[in-house]
């Protein structure tokens, strides 16, 4: 990929072949997956089973110097 200045526009990018374009379309597809992935992971937790801390563990911090 080369990159012009000082043309009208601020930058131009001109790409000397579709393989640039190619990856960016499989990179695009593989955020967009990655992304409903998580999504769905995200969706099956349910917070409503996860017990309530009981007793006072892990409250105090007993620190000797």
Same mark, same amino acid.
Not at 54 to 59: D, M
């Given at each position: 990929m080369s990159i012009s200045l000082g043309?009208?526009?601020s930058v131009t990018a001109q790409s000397s072949s579709?393989?640039?374009f190619l +990856?960016?379309?499989v990179?695009?597809?593989q955020q967009e997956l990655e992304g409903e992935?998580?999504?769905q992971l995200i969706q099956?937790?349910?917070v409503n089973n996860v017990p309530a801390p +009981?007793?006072?563990?892990?409250?105090q911090v007993n620190i000797k110097v």
């Open positions: 043309q009208n526009n579709g393989a640039e +990856t960016a379309a990179a695009k597809s992935m998580v999504l099956s937790v349910n +009981t007793g006072s563990s892990g409250f």
